[in-house]
């Protein structure tokens, strides 16, 4: 009987991992760190970047040229090689957040077709 029960809590605690692990990327919790970190400085209200990246519709309006930057590696822009050396204040994405950038980037055309409105929470910079 404990080994079946044991079974059972395990299947549980293990379908918990697979759903977490199959959810897709959300606004709120995933791009705003993205974006923050290594977009924002450049690209605020009236700076030196050409448009604003710092709220949602910011980031919904220009999510295909953003993303296609990205892929390029011209944005953020950081001429050095971070596979060779590290310096202060280096500003690169890892190949893993673009992809989490392009499976955002997807699931939001997914929804904004199917349902033709955009969820939309303001955000806050510290
Ligand atoms: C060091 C400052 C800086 C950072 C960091 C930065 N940008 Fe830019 N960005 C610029 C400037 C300046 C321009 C306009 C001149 C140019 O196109 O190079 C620009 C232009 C762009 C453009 C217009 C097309 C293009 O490639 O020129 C896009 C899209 C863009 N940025 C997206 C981003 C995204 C997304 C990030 C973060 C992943 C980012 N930028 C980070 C300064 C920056």
Redesign the pocket.
């Known amino acids: 009987m404990n080994v079946l029960r044991f079974t059972f809590a395990f299947l549980l605690a293990f379908s918990g991992v697979l759903q977490v692990s199959a959810q897709l990327p959300k606004w709120v919790d995933d791009i705003p760190p ?2 923050h970190d ?6 605020p209200v009236g ?5 604003p ?1 710092i709220t949602y519709e910011d ?1 919904f309006f ?1 999510a295909s ?6 892929q ?1 590696g ?5 001429p050095a090689d971070p596979s060779y050396n590290h310096f202060v204040g280096e ?1 690169y ?1 890892t190949d893993s957040e673009v992809a989490l ?1 392009e499976e955002w980037f997807d699931t939001v055309e997914i929804f904004n077709e199917s349902t033709g409105a955009c969820h939309t929470k303001p955000l806050v910079i510290e």
């Open positions: 993205l974006i290594h977009c924002s400085r450049c690209h700076g030196a970047g050409p448009f990246l980031v220009t040229e953003d993303l296609h930057a990205m390029e011209e944005m953020p822009p950081w500003n994405l950038f």
